[in-house]
């Protein structure tokens, strides 16, 4: 089987889970003998011989980019900023032209390209899996990372980004949901059947253990513990209740560094509200990490806490626990379904969330077990089993397709 | 033969609420939930009561009315007692009126006294797991218990069963000098070998004392598979439990039928036909002319031990492997149970009441259970059983309470030390 799959940045490129899931994916994908083209944006310094390099263990991988200024995560503000600094006149003046110009290549890069089926990751590639479906005959699937009533908590809708994830699902042939969360939230705010729904979790690849980070243990100097926030700073993730929890928390117990890792648009709001609270000392804001720098945080933090307000899946969960580090969750995420060895919380409850950081700090056999237990239980998420519940929805799409094909 | 000895467990625990890190030190109530969760006490036990304890005793009172030689035995723990007698009079009422009235041996009015087959067994007062860690502790839990039963049954408990069929020689050497004719045990594969749990044994290292062992299969039958469609011998009906019974003619004196009594009603609903098969089953049983009905007590007094049995690891009733992990096999478990046994020394001499109170219903076992985090992700019996939303949850809960505990108890002290 040949899939055509439109996706995002791999790491180290990425900026968030996005580009994570889809190298975890295509590479679990990969190893079931399933080939693939995967289509992303050229991005400037980045090449596909570079991505050779990174798969270069793994066949039956093979890229094309598209000239486009796109990127994982973008919104009208982030791209017309890029725009401005691009000399280049061909790329769209908005969000939505680039993303239609991009759809427009895509279909002619699909008449180029010999595949079975096209898979595309979020709505800025919808318009692009569209345009290849229209191209190729080729049955689609959409594959939902997050919808727009997560990156928003909700509130101000964009219409034109609900549109286009509203035409995606519905004009897909199966859509693939990274959780029952986001299941559900696709049924109910964009009526589409949940029939054609199918839920894969997103999963981790269990990397080798590092050395240690000597120089962060020195955060641990007279006992003092750290709990640690991972993800982009926007409303989504909920970074002011770990803020809110942060303050409760150094009531009880003030030997501990909250330790921030990331970088978004929330970022200058959350250090006046540390501020505010008068807890800028025991708040330490990172910037965006990866790699051995990430890893190292993990290693050196007591307690990941993801405390997002809407989370599809939240992969840096799975990350934590594959480091060693135990999790305090919210129950409004993905990642809470297929986890029983984490703590959770809703989102909004900052008492119980200050009332688990402050018990697993305290109780160090609670600590032990969370540990322990949450580390084997992630180990059995990997992207190979994940890889396979995709290729079930590739099988089915494909036996409807044929069924489809002689009955005409 | 064989004799059919029914045991039934009734307990219920004092739950502890959700107790959190802003309650330490500010407020000593540790078991008063009045939430609509399953940590509310007083809601579990009306709801257990209306949908188990109520219907079966009254078809108990029936069955033995009806048929002079159906007997059973019961082991009722202290702390659910207390809570009958808070929460719910009536059902305390019905219990004493089983044990207490023979209505074939009444002519016209109904006679008080005690009814000969209804046995009252005895366990520790707070269905603890105060043997492993604490003798003297144990004993005057045992004692408590006994106490009560006395005061509420007008029995003197002969026979002795200890938490959740815990058991090994040691313990029956101790309750053989508290003075039991007879202890109870899980027929575990691993105790028993080849030997059947169908005779009556004596424990290595004692004297006297005899050793009843649940025959599980049977037991499970009923408690376990009853309404499981999974099940080949599904549907069990009573006249088929009566032969399964009458075919140990030959092998075996006595069928320990051992089992929580929340069998009827609650772990079984009424639908899946439990209530039926109870009133069907003594009829069934007596059908077959070899077949009777014993207590504990008679089972003892009428059939010899037939052999040592050697018990040095302990055994209980509890999931698949029959051992303790259930209560202690994780750090949190070992954690909380030390410490809770580590302030026994200053529990005592505070000479405080409502302080050893708490501390006591602290020691109940199923606090422990509930921090069980194996087979949790499996979402197996632990997790249909634990009032809390995970392992950590109830360890929270406990750790926070002991940390309140031991302020409370330093505060006693200090207050002492001023006085002196």
């Not at chain 1, 101000?156 to 699902?169: D, H, L, S, T």
Request: hydrophobic fraction near 40%; glycine fraction near 6%.
């Amino acid at each position: 089987m040949k899939v055509l799959m439109f996706g995002w940045e791999f790491p180290p490129h990425n900026s968030g889970g996005l580009g994570v899931a889809c190298a975890g994916l295509a590479r679990g994908l990969a190893n079931r003998g399933i080939g693939i083209t995967f289509v992303l944006p050229k991005k400037v310094g980045v090449s596909a011989d570079f991505l050779k390099i990174i798969f270069a263990d793994i066949s039956g991988i093979k890229f094309r980019e598209i000239d486009s200024l796109l990127s994982a995560y973008a919104t009208s503000v982030s791209y017309r900023e890029i725009r401005s600094r691009t000399v280049s006149s061909i790329y769209g003046k908005g969000l939505f032209e680039e993303v239609m110009r991009y759809a427009l290549r895509a279909y002619h890069l699909a008449k180029e390209e010999d595949f079975d089926l096209i898979h595309a990751h979020d709505w800025l590639s919808f318009g692009a899996g569209l345009a290849a479906k229209a191209a190729s005959g080729k049955p689609l699937i959409v594959h939902v990372h997050a919808t727009e009533f997560d990156r928003t908590g909700g509130m101000n809708i964009n219409k034109r980004v609900y549109e286009i994830e509203k035409e995606g699902m519905e004009k897909a042939d199966a859509v693939i949901a990274v959780s029952q969360f986001t299941k559900n939230i696709i049924v109910r705010h964009y009526g589409i059947d949940p029939n054609k729904i199918n839920v894969v979790h997103n999963a981790v690849d269990i990397f080798e253990p590092g050395h240690f980070a000597s120089e962060l243990l020195e955060l641990k100097r007279d006992g003092r513990k750290i709990v640690l926030f991972v993800g982009r700073i926007t409303l989504q993730k909920g970074p002011d209740y770990f803020l809110q929890a942060a303050k409760k928390v150094l009531e009880y117990n003030s030997r501990v560094l909250f330790l921030v890792v990331g970088s978004g648009d929330m970022e200058r709001q959350l250090i006046e509200q540390a501020s505010s609270l008068g807890i800028s000392d025991k708040v330490l804001f990172a910037g965006f990490l990866r790699d051995q720098e990430l890893a190292k945080v993990y290693r050196v933090a007591d307690l990941y806490v993801l405390p997002s307000v809407s989370e599809p899946f939240g992969i840096t969960t799975l990350e934590s626990l594959a480091h060693g580090t135990p999790v305090l969750i919210s129950r409004q995420s993905g990642v809470a379904e297929v986890l029983s060895h984490a703590l959770k919380v809703d989102f909004w409850d900052i008492d119980e969330m200050a009332n688990k950081i402050v018990s697993v700090l305290a109780y160090a056999p609670l600590h032990a077990c969370l540990r322990e237990n949450g580390n084997t239980e992630v180990k059995k998420l990997s992207w190979g089993r994940s890889a396979e519940q995709c290729s079930g929805v590739y099988n089915e799409v494909m036996l409807r397709e044929r069924a489809h094909t002689v009955i005409a | 033969m064989p004799s059919v000895c029914f045991y039934f467990q009734v307990h219920q625990p004092l739950r502890i609420k959700k107790y959190r890190i802003f309650d330490i030190g500010n407020d000593h109530k540790y078991f008063n939930d009045h939430s609509e969760t399953n940590l509310n006490n007083r809601k579990i036990l009306e709801k257990v009561a209306y949908k188990s304890y109520l219907p079966t005793n009254a078809i108990l009172l029936d069955l033995l009315k009806r048929y002079p030689q159906f007997k059973v035995s019961f082991s009722l723990s202290g702390v659910f007692l207390d809570q009958l007698e808070h929460y719910a009079p009536e059902v305390l009422d019905s219990f004493q009126k089983l044990a207490h009235v023979d209505e074939t041996r009444s002519s016209g009015a109904a006679r008080i006294g005690v009814n000969p087959r209804v046995e009252i067994l005895d366990e520790t007062y707070y269905h603890s797991l105060a043997f492993l860690h604490s003798r003297a502790e144990f004993r005057k839990q045992v004692d408590l218990h006994r106490e009560r039963i006395i005061d509420l049954f007008h029995q003197e408990p002969k026979v002795f069963r200890n938490t959740e069929l815990i058991y090994n020689n040691e313990l029956a050497k101790e309750v053989e000098r508290l003075g039991y004719t007879g202890i109870l045990a899980e027929g575990a594969d691993h105790v028993l070998g080849w030997q059947s749990p169908n005779f009556i044994y004596r424990p290595k290292g004692t004297e006297r004392i005899k050793l009843l062992l649940k025959n599980y299969r049977l037991s499970d039958d009923i408690a376990f598979r009853f309404s499981s469609r999974d099940w080949s011998e599904y549907p069990l009906t009573a006249p088929k439990f009566a032969d399964w019974v009458s075919a140990v003619n030959g092998n075996g004196t006595v069928v320990n039928l051992f089992m929580d009594y929340e069998t009827f009603g609650e772990h079984q609903w009424e639908d899946t036909g439990i209530f039926n098969f109870l009133r069907a089953l003594p009829e069934e049983i007596l059908k077959h002319p070899d077949n009777n009905f014993v207590t504990p007590s008679e089972a003892i007094h009428k059939y010899p031990a037939v052999a040592e049995l050697d018990i040095p690891h302990f055994v209980s009733w509890a999931d698949v492997e029959r051992d303790l992990s259930a209560w202690l096999s994780n750090p949190m478990q070992h954690d909380a149970m030390r410490k809770l046994y580590d302030m026994e020394r200053d529990v005592i001499e505070a000479k405080n009441d409502e302080l050893l109170e708490d501390w006591r219903r602290l020691q109940t076992s199923d606090h422990f259970y509930y921090m069980c985090t194996k087979w949790f992700a499996d979402g197996d019996v632990h997790k249909y059983f634990n009032p809390y939303e995970s392992p950590y949850e109830a360890f929270i809960a406990y750790a926070n309470v002991l940390h309140d505990l031991k302020l409370r108890i330093d505060d006693i002290k200090r207050s002492k030390e001023n006085m002196a």
